[in-house]
């Protein structure tokens, strides 16, 4: 089993900055990590993910503003926020991938909003 625990979410200006925060309790290895945010209803998009080996990927609506981390000793993943736009409002969901069994697990989601 994963478990998720996310922090960091809040209010913030148009062109400030937010880092979420997600530690993973788990007795997996987890292969990769990310944050996506709702896109639909009952869908979610990719905002951006990491691997444990370091490889990342990110959505272009956020390619140079955000930064995807990991510390892998600690089980954590950290996403900062910079240059915040309005449109980046929406609920944030940690997402831990265990490929050796085939798992996703997620996160209950953080909110960030973003005032303009």
């Known amino acids: 089993q994963v478990q998720l625990v996310e922090s960091g979410g809040g209010l913030v200006q148009a062109g400030g900055s937010l880092r979420l925060s997600c530690e993973a309790v788990?007795?997996?290895?987890?292969?990769?990590m990310g944050w996506y945010r709702h896109y639909a209803v009952d869908q979610r998009e990719l905002v951006a993910t990491?691997?444990?080996?370091?490889?990342?990927d990110y959505a272009d609506s956020v390619k140079g503003r955000f930064t995807i981390s990991r510390d892998n000793a600690k089980n954590v993943v950290y996403l900062q926020m910079n240059n915040l736009k309005s449109e980046d409002t929406d609920f944030y969901f940690c997402?831990?991938?265990?490929?050796?069994?085939?798992?996703?697990?997620w996160g209950p989601g953080i909110q960030v909003t973003v005032s303009s």
């Open positions: 990491i691997t444990s080996g370091g490889d990342t």
């Open positions: 997402k831990a991938e265990v490929w050796q069994y085939g798992h996703d697990y």
């Open positions: 788990r007795t997996y290895t987890i292969d990769r």
